[in-house]
């Protein structure tokens, strides 16, 4: 079940404009109203691809919604469960997933083994609605790169773990490399 409140839920809701593409689940390329050549160059900041794993849609649109208004450079593809998510890893490649713990047919925590087995310089974040210390043992055992709250999520915080995983490849808002205060 979700926990955000309306509260939380506007302030993860920001105005943003995204080019949405395909017809299962959704894939954004974020933008702040133009269109942006996101090739990988030599000596810039690469484009951050991000895949959402989660079944909530109300959740995983919120989100995707809030990572392009923060990380215009961001590429973002989303699946609403195991099967899903391991057709758009193997066809995106992205950097990092946002993994819920709780999906249809297959937990997140088996995903996420599954992953790192085949892909293991993928970053997997769990989101759970359950920050409980047997959630995230198991998360760090299963070989998950981080783990978030969603009853306590905002975007400070996700943009301090993106820093501390990805450094300097994190764009803001404005499009300019965020720095990690000392």
């Given at each position: 079940m979700l926990t955000l409140s309306?509260?939380?839920?506007?302030?993860?809701?920001?105005?943003?404009?995204?080019?949405?593409?395909?017809h299962s689940g959704w894939?954004?390329?974020?933008?702040?109203?133009?269109?942006?050549?996101?090739?990988?160059?030599?000596?810039?900041?690469?484009m951050l691809k991000t895949l959402i794993v989660e079944d909530s849609p109300v959740?995983?649109?919120?989100f995707r919604e809030a990572l392009c208004k923060e990380f215009p450079l961001m590429a973002v593809e989303e699946a609403i469960d195991g099967r899903e998510a391991l057709k758009k890893v193997a066809s995106f490649l992205?950097?990092?997933v946002f993994m819920d713990i709780r999906l249809p047919g297959e937990s997140g925590l088996e995903l996420?083994?599954?992953?790192?087995?085949?892909?293991?310089?993928?970053?997997?974040?769990?989101?759970?609605?359950?920050?409980?210390?047997?959630?995230?043992?198991?998360?760090?055992?299963g070989g998950a790169d981080g783990f978030m709250a969603k009853g306590a999520l905002n975007l400070q915080d996700v943009g301090k773990l993106l820093e501390s995983m990805f450094p300097g490849r994190v764009l803001d808002s404005k499009g300019q490399a965020r720095k990690t205060p000392c």
């Open positions: 309306k509260q939380k839920l506007s302030a993860l809701n920001p105005l943003f404009l995204c080019q949405d593409q395909g894939s954004s390329v974020c933008t702040q109203g133009a269109r942006h050549n996101y090739g990988h160059h030599q000596g810039s900041i690469a959740f995983r649109n919120t992205p950097d990092l996420t083994r599954r992953m790192k087995a085949s892909y293991p310089n993928i970053a997997i974040v769990i989101l759970t609605d359950y920050d409980l210390p047997e959630y995230r043992e198991a998360a760090h055992n």
